[in-house]
């Protein structure tokens, strides 16, 4: 499936920018199950110097200079992409969460990218509450799949979708204690209790289609950046996706940006700014196939 994407963010300052520096996460990543056709990042104003690489964590990151007063910073970022995830193995024929938890802590050649992300991270530690929502679903011995599914789908019911009730900077603790917030912090929640049991997860920054197929529901999270947990089930099956705030295994709706411990490592806009006083901040994405 083709996917169009286009995200939209603006900056309004109450007293003109001198200088501004820009990192942005805004490019698709290149993975075997998505192909980026082409992308493209316009800035206005135009930045002095523009610059590519890829971070620790092999995502795309695009840094703008600018050296021009300006009362207003605007980022649109565009692409074409190709998705066709594979399907996920059979549950009941994944190892068990324990095995996983062990290989992890072992380390080694087999489990060396995901070892890092079963360490506690500024957004995700190892939150006990978090761990003891989690734990449930790790009964002695159940396949690891077949547990994620499971707390996949609880978060969906657990867990009331409602913006403003939550900032990039609410702790893990105050999401489980409102039970509310939004796709970023559901999956910080997951990411906290899987880790609280030694589970490596990672964030997975990204879009979700904006208007479902004919006849389907549609997403929450839609219309702005989207945020989905990547789950370790051991070196034999590797990585899959899921998506606690719509409950579903990331196939055929979603593009992906990058991942990182937590939103701290993928964050769309980051930068440094001298003067601009206080800011206002506008977003708005719209993912449709093409």
Same mark, same amino acid.
Not at 179 to 199: E, K, S, T
Not at 254 to 282: E, F, Q, T
């Given at each position: 499936?083709? &996917?169009?994407?286009?995200?939209?963010?603006? %900056?309004? %300052?109450?007293?003109?920018?001198? &200088? /501004?520096?820009?990192?942005?996460?805004? $490019?698709?990543?290149?993975?075997?199950?998505?192909?980026?056709?082409?992308?493209?990042?316009?800035?206005?104003? #135009?930045?002095?110097?523009?610059?590519?690489?890829?971070?620790?964590? /092999?995502?795309?990151?695009?840094? &703008?200079?600018?050296?021009?007063?300006?009362?207003?910073?605007?980022?649109?970022?565009? @692409?074409? =992409?190709?998705?066709?995830?594979?399907? #996920?193995?059979?549950?009941?024929?994944?190892?068990?969460?324990? +095995?996983?938890?062990?290989?992890?802590?072992? /380390?080694?050649?087999?489990?060396?990218?995901?070892?890092?992300?079963?360490?506690?991270?500024?957004? @995700?530690?190892?939150?006990?509450?978090?761990? @003891? %929502?989690?734990?449930?679903?790790? $009964?002695? *011995?159940?396949?690891?799949?077949?547990?994620?599914?499971?707390?996949? !789908?609880?978060?969906?019911?657990?867990?009331?979708?409602?913006?403003?009730?939550?900032?990039? *900077?609410?702790?893990?603790?105050?999401?489980?204690?409102?039970?509310?917030?939004?796709?970023?912090?559901?999956?910080?929640?997951?990411?906290?209790?899987?880790?609280?049991?030694?589970?490596?997860?990672?964030?997975?920054? /990204?879009?979700?289609?904006? *208007? #479902?197929?004919?006849? !389907?529901?549609?997403?929450?999270?839609? +219309?702005? $950046?989207?945020?989905?947990?990547?789950?370790?089930?051991?070196?034999?099956?590797?990585?899959?996706?899921?998506?606690?705030?719509?409950?579903?295994?990331? *196939?055929?709706?979603?593009?992906?940006?990058?991942?990182?411990?937590?939103?701290?490592? =993928?964050?769309?806009?980051?930068?440094?700014?001298?003067?601009?006083?206080?800011?206002? &901040?506008? =977003?708005?994405?719209?993912?449709?196939?093409?």
């Amino acid at each position: 499936m083709r &996917l169009r994407v286009r995200h939209a963010t603006r %900056y309004r %300052y109450t007293t003109p920018v001198d &200088l /501004g520096s820009h990192m942005l996460h805004l $490019s698709p990543r290149c993975l075997p199950h998505q192909r980026v056709i082409w992308d493209r990042i316009a800035a206005q104003p #135009p930045a002095l110097s523009t610059s590519e690489s890829l971070d620790h964590f /092999g995502n795309r990151v695009t840094w &703008l200079s600018l050296e021009q007063p300006h009362a207003a910073f605007d980022v649109v970022a565009e @692409a074409l =992409v190709e998705v066709q995830f594979p399907a #996920p193995p059979d549950p009941l024929a994944t190892p068990a969460w324990e +095995d996983v938890a062990a290989q992890a802590r072992q /380390g080694g050649p087999e489990a060396w990218e995901a070892a890092e992300f079963g360490f506690d991270s500024p957004m @995700a530690p190892a939150d006990p509450d978090a761990g @003891a %929502y989690v734990a449930p679903c790790l $009964s002695r *011995r159940r396949p690891i799949l077949e547990a994620l599914l499971d707390l996949n !789908g609880r978060i969906r019911r657990d867990f009331a979708f409602r913006s403003g009730v939550t900032t990039i *900077r609410t702790p893990v603790s105050r999401v489980m204690a409102q039970r509310a917030g939004v796709c970023q912090d559901f999956a910080h929640v997951m990411i906290a209790g899987l880790r609280a049991h030694g589970l490596p997860a990672r964030y997975v920054s /990204g879009y979700l289609r904006t *208007r #479902p197929p004919p006849g !389907g529901k549609r997403r929450r999270g839609v +219309d702005q $950046s989207h945020a989905w947990v990547g789950c370790w089930l051991g070196p034999a099956h590797g990585w899959v996706d899921l998506d606690p705030t719509n409950d579903l295994v990331v *196939r055929e709706e979603h593009v992906v940006l990058g991942w990182g411990r937590d939103y701290g490592d =993928v964050s769309p806009v980051r930068g440094i700014i001298l003067g601009g006083g206080k800011h206002a &901040l506008s =977003v708005s994405v719209d993912l449709d196939e093409e």
